[in-house]
């Protein structure tokens, strides 16, 4: 029984004296989805912030990712949960809707100041005369490449545009003597992030334009869109340096050393730098064989909703500029492997001429962000055009313009709401 | 003056009875009949999750009467019905009416057979889209490839992709169906057997007059077990097309894993819900007209 008390005396004392300190200070939460590398960078953000500003505290909670946009919806509007909170930049339009989030204020978050810093594809936050979210780190596209099996080839250095891809993918593929593919040159599909290579970077450098209208309608089926789909296609179906789904998935074949090349974005470097005995490299996207040099990119942002309110808000509009720092886009760098949004930070001489990093920040400079209205059902149009001319033997042409019309109606069905 | 003194004895038992049925009773309308009425009211409704429900009165049923990407579906979990049902069936009770008459390690062989069941569908899922893959990686290719066979598309076909998911999905059931057909021979009395024996009755007579009539409350109970196993197949599909979810090109999505796709992909659990209740609908019927068939008449 004593130690019962002693228990509940203590228990009293530490909530009296909490009381006390929180009377002067402010707690503002933070959320985020559960990965691991983002809650250490965040936990050094935190540090830092609150040794800047000692009045306030920061709590950060973060989810599995499954789980993420459950709880974030149920607890905004019962008054629970964030006061910043980090979103995929995909989802802005559905948060805005739901009155989840407010806006930046233009006073300390000045709409022409950011267009300046920032990377240009982040103005797809941006909605009038403020912006409603902004993000720490990017993420880009490049070419991964074995410098193993480029050795052994006898190739000198990765392709720079989109005929010397083919060829020398042609160099890398081996086949055993049934003509069964068991080295692809280049990993392709569409379930990956090949879908984002067709959309924002080869319909681009055919000439063309892969959505109008604010990505509300699909313009893929068109000279050009036909000339990007022949060209993905092609590399299975005319060159054979390449089998849709070799050795299961593309990063697997890549990282089995059965791949020579494989585009994939930065989120991958953390998890090809564990893999014992892969030497690899990392080079910009191929250009068009006219030069054009284009690339996609995506993001999480981070946003105050609209559960903050007086000091809290203070305090969250304060974090908020420190987590857009130069200072925090350097620490992401370094600890997660994200790029910088900004410029100033991206393009300095050490981040834009790293081995690693360099292309990929270099790529920012030329990216397209896609507007989704739902990734994955967008995804799934193009996977399976792709199907329909690999396994159905549909002409391309046909297959692709099935494919923008099922797109559009996924947008139209989002828009008209 | 009391209460407790005012009730007979049978009501008290009755009291008591409802007292401790109270606990389950409660828990199942929180848990499974409120959350069921709640999702029928969601498939008139339009929800993304985050912003307020809004009537849509029939729409969702509309558009999933339009949609070929649910008829397609539709389509498909019933191919796993018809095929998986029958086929797991047979093959359950044919191991174990032979292993029934096995001595020599009868034990281990069952423990053989039922251990499929008790392994993670998700790891067992994965091994087996593992063997199906093409040269380099499938066991099963690397086979053919060796003895100069072409290499056959397992799951990378809208052809054999379904049949290709299913096979470990009856391998997995087998076990416990292997066993509880084991415990139907078991129940059935040695003294009719006996009997047939000194009437001279063939095999086969006594397997068809005998056995199987006798086992038919056990194979109602399988069939309508493995009916509604099949109905709600999605583990084994999810993890085996992971890159492709009930691909390729639909040909291997089951209902359950169209319901999840729209509704925690798409965001759009209004037309989620309508299919759900769809599929509440099916199980419903197949239970019943199972039932109902295999009555006793």
């Given at each position: 029984m004593s130690k019962f008390k002693a228990f509940a005396l203590g228990t009293a004392i530490s909530a009296a004296s909490f009381a006390a300190t929180s009377a002067q200070a402010v707690e503002i939460e933070y959320w985020q989805y559960y990965f691991d590398a983002r809650v250490t960078a965040m936990e050094q953000l935190i540090e830092g912030f609150e040794a800047a500003n000692p009045d306030i505290t920061v709590k950060m909670t973060h989810f599995p990712y499954a789980d993420y946009r459950t709880k974030v919806a149920a607890a905004i509007p019962a008054g629970?949960?964030?006061d910043v909170v980090q979103l995929f930049y995909g989802w802005l339009n559905d948060y805005v809707e739901a009155e989840l989030i407010q806006p930046l204020p233009a006073d300390t978050f000045d709409p022409a100041r950011i267009d300046a810093e920032?990377?240009?594809?982040?103005?797809?936050?941006?909605?009038g005369d403020h912006y409603w979210a902004l993000p720490t780190a990017v993420r880009s596209l490049a070419l991964f490449y074995n410098e193993r099996l480029f050795e052994e080839a006898g190739i000198e250095s990765p392709p720079t545009n989109l005929d010397e891809l083919v060829e020398i993918a042609g160099q890398l593929t081996k086949r055993d003597g049934a003509g069964n593919?068991?080295?692809?040159g280049i990993t392709t599909g569409m379930n990956a992030q090949d879908h984002h290579w067709f959309r924002e970077v080869l319909v681009r450098q055919m000439g063309?334009?892969?959505?109008?209208d604010d990505y509300q309608t699909?313009?893929?089926?068109?000279d050009a869109g036909q000339a990007a789909a022949a060209f993905y296609t092609g590399l299975e179906?005319?060159?054979?340096v390449t089998a849709a789904g070799f050795m299961d998935e593309p990063q697997a074949a890549f990282k089995a050393g059965m791949a020579g090349m494989h585009i994939d974005g930065s989120f991958r470097i953390g998890s090809l730098d564990k893999i014992r005995g892969l030497r690899w490299g990392v080079a910009e996207l191929p250009a068009a064989m006219d030069g054009t040099q284009s690339n996609y990119s995506s993001y999480w942002v981070n946003a105050i909703t609209?559960?903050?309110?007086?000091e809290r808000y203070e305090a969250s509009v304060k974090f908020m500029e420190y987590v857009t720092s130069d200072a925090a886009m350097q620490i992401w760098l370094d600890v997660v492997g994200e790029l910088p949004a900004k410029p100033s930070v991206g393009m300095t001489e050490v981040n834009a001429n790293h081995d690693v990093y360099g292309p990929f920040i270099r790529g920012l400079a030329y990216a397209n962000t896609t507007i989704f209205a739902n990734e994955s059902a967008q995804r799934q149009v193009l996977m399976d055009m792709v199907q329909h001319v690999?396994?159905?033997?549909?002409p391309v042409n046909e297959a692709l313009a099935n494919a923008a019309k099922a797109e559009q109606v996924i947008l139209d069905e989002y828009y008209a709401d | 003056m009391n209460l407790r003194n005012t009730l007979t004895i049978r009501q008290k038992h009755i009291l008591w009875a409802w007292g401790f049925l109270a606990i389950p009773v409660l828990f199942y309308v929180v848990i499974r009949f409120y959350p069921t009425g709640n999702a029928i009211v969601l498939s008139f409704q339009n929800w993304n999750l985050l912003s307020a429900r809004t009537w849509a009165g029939a729409d969702n049923y509309v558009k999933l009467w339009h949609d070929e990407v649910f008829w397609k579906v539709f389509k498909n979990t019933f191919v796993y019905l018809l095929l998986g049902t029958p086929f797991s069936l047979v093959i359950s009770f044919l191991i174990a009416f032979h292993l029934d008459r096995v001595r020599f390690m009868h034990g281990f062989i069952r423990m053989m057979y039922f251990l499929p069941f008790m392994t993670s569908a998700v790891a067992m899922a994965w091994v087996w889209r593992w063997f199906y893959?093409?040269?380099?990686?499938?066991i099963f290719n690397n086979i053919l490839a060796t003895f100069g066979i072409p290499q056959i598309n397992f799951l990378n076909s809208t052809t054999n992709a379904l049949p290709a998911v299913l096979a470990p999905a009856i391998w997995a059931g087998l076990g416990f169906q292997v066993i509880i057909f084991m415990a139907g021979l078991r129940a059935i009395p040695t003294s009719y057997y006996e009997a047939a024996r000194i009437d001279g009755v063939s095999g086969f007579t006594i397997l068809t007059q005998i056995t199987i009539p006798l086992l038919k409350p056990t194979i109602i109970f399988i069939t309508v077990f493995s009916s509604i196993g099949f109905l709600r197949i999605f583990d084994h599909v999810f993890n085996m097309t992971t890159n492709n979810p009930g691909g390729p090109?639909?040909?291997?999505?089951p209902l359950v894993l169209m319901i999840y796709d729209t509704a925690?992909?798409?965001?759009?659990m209004g037309y989620a819900a309508a299919q759900t209740v769809v599929l509440f609908t099916i199980l419903l019927c197949v239970s019943l007209l199972q039932l109902y068939l295999l009555r006793d008449r």
């Open positions: 629970e949960g964030p920032f990377f240009p594809m982040v103005q797809a936050m941006k909605d593919i068991t080295q692809v063309g334009e892969p959505y109008t699909v313009n893929y089926n068109s179906q005319e060159h054979g609209s559960k903050a309110e007086g690999s396994i159905e033997d549909q | 893959q093409p040269v380099p990686v499938g090109l639909n040909a291997t999505k925690f992909n798409g965001f759009d």
